[in-house]
């Protein structure tokens, strides 16, 4: 009975040359091997397939009833195992039509789509990207479930599952309508607790790192109105006294579409790192590492980001 599991791929391989050349000598050179090693290997697979595979008649080596049954079979089964084990099929950015899920915040979309799509467009004109809601609590989960193949934000996660790259440091700034009383002022920090606040964000408290940022001073701000997106919120500054505090790219990618001034905090904030995220099983894959390319060439596009 033929023992399968004594079988190496390498012998294989080696197999299909002697089938080929009927020669163990041409086969041999073929595969860098010794004639030795060649007969070697041959008297394995004969044992292992319980069948003499070839045999000498004369000057030449002929195939067995069994061996010429298993050429062809041989012959399909290492071109297969080749092509799909092997070689991982490119990934062909213009022709594509997968679908990508990407989340993140409102904040990090209207900074990123824009360029990111232009880039798609010319590169890769029938890919589909979808944007959703980021958890912020459950990124991991996200990319796991594959809800999303990547997630872009400012979270710190060290899941095991997850692998991570920086795509940029950033810090804030303020911004007030141009025609603000507070940059004909004295831009000190009371002056800027004197005047109402806009916070950007979900849930209840009222609270951001600015008024972390005032509390170590002793001091307070007022935050009148909160939204829950930060795409809002210039709407909000044009048309009143309060100031908004954001990420500097954020607000260097709305300012000329708002009648907004934006001016240094007189505070002192924390930067911070904007990171793509994705599953590790996806480490290698083409497609998933050519669009993490791509988010991250659209991240340092200059004047945009």
């Known amino acids: 009975m033929s023992n399968i599991s004594d079988i190496e791929l390498n012998q294989l391989r080696l197999l299909q040359i002697i089938f080929e050349t009927r020669n163990l000598t041409r086969a041999g050179e073929r595969a860098g091997l010794t004639q030795s090693a060649v007969s070697h290997t041959l008297k ?77 467009q010319r590169e890769a004109p029938r890919i589909q990207v979808i944007f959703i809601k980021i958890d912020k609590l459950g990124i991991a989960n996200q990319i796991e479930s594959g809800e999303s193949d990547l997630s872009i934000s400012t979270v710190e996660s060290n899941h095991p599952s997850l ?91 709305i300012t000329s579409k708002f009648n907004i001034k934006l001016f240094t905090p007189p505070i002192s904030l924390p930067h911070y790192s904007m990171k793509v995220y994705w599953n590790l099983r996806n480490k290698d894959d083409q497609a998933n590492k050519w669009l993490r390319d791509k988010i991250a060439e659209a991240a340092h596009i200059e004047n945009v980001l």
């Open 163 to 253: 692998m991570v790259k920086t795509l940029y440091r950033d810090d804030f700034t303020s911004v007030v309508r141009t025609d603000h009383p507070f940059l004909k002022s004295k831009k000190d920090v009371h002056n800027f607790c004197n005047y109402p606040h806009i916070l950007a964000g979900t849930g209840r408290d009222n609270r951001g790192m600015v008024d972390e940022a005032l509390e170590k001073i002793g001091l307070s701000r007022n935050v009148q109105f909160k939204v829950a997106n930060f795409s809002s919120a210039p709407y909000i500054v044009e048309r009143s006294d309060a100031i908004l505090t954001a990420p500097r790219k954020f607000i260097q990618s």
């Open 44 to 120: 394995k697979l004969r044992h292992s397939l319980n069948d003499s595979l070839v045999i000498r008649q004369g000057n030449q080596l002929v195939l067995t009833p069994r061996a010429e049954r298993l050429q062809v079979a041989l012959n399909r089964w290492l071109h297969d195992f080749e092509r799909n084990i092997l070689n991982q099929e490119a990934f062909d950015p213009e022709s594509t039509q997968r679908t990508f899920y990407i989340a993140t915040s409102d904040l990090v979309e209207q900074s990123i789509a824009p360029p990111l799509i232009a880039l798609l």
